[in-house]
């Protein structure tokens, strides 16, 4: 039993690390370019699909630098053609964003079909890890590993980087920081691309853990829009505690009770709204 219990424990906390990764993205598109991305499932879908498919004609790890790059740039566009004019228009962002979603889903569909896809681990994380009598699968780790790397360095790179300190100041007052020289509008646009980035980064990693299916996009942004509104909105802190809480409560809720894990999580959302509603680590609006 406590075999099982530590082995559902890594699952959760790696699902969590997962979360965290998309949630991230959303959480720093949402505090500085004041949008909510619908379309950040989508995202993760196309980095799935890109690490598919450069996996097989290069390596993994090639993927690993290329496909965040490819997906951030797709997200610079989007924001520059697209969100640019819509600033303050909640709800044409929106449905722009959902649109968007569905037209990048559609595409992919298109491309590499509907069938489910199960896609393999790089050949130097296949296989388990022996700890004594302990016996669990590498990948997971791999991912439990990269979500806890990228948290510790975007804290560094907000606290101690010039471009940190220009994120913070038009995360809290874009006015104010415009008169201070800095431009919100091309910070916004830099931090739209380092979200969608980490949203397809997501997708290269999470693909071997969660096998590629239609409406897998819509089920990964619910997730990040949960872990995000369970930590506080443009808190990077609030994301990472907030996807392992979610991560935490999906496994062991699949685990000892399969048929509401879902209501659970819906359920520790509210309650955590009921008691906070501006989030676990948000800030109150006055």
Known sequence: MTLLLLTQ?????AFAMLLFLLALGLSLIFGVARVVNLAHGAFYMLGAYLGLALGGALNFWLALLLVPLLVGLLGVAVERFLLRGLHGRELEQVLLTIGLGFVIADLLRATFGAAIRSVPPPEALAGPLFLGSFIYPKYPLFVLGVGVVLFLLVRLLLARTPFGVQVRAVTADPGMASALGIRPAQVSLLTFGIGTALAGLGGLVGAPMIALAPGLDAQMTLFALIVVVIGGLGRIEGAFWGAILVGLVDG????????????????????????KPEGLLGRRVA
């Open 252 to 275: 062991f809720g699949r685990l000892f009770l399969p048929q509401v894990a879902m209501f659970l999580i819906f359920a520790l959302m509210a309650l955590v709204l009921a008691l």
């Open 9 to 13: 424990l890594l699952n959760s906390l």
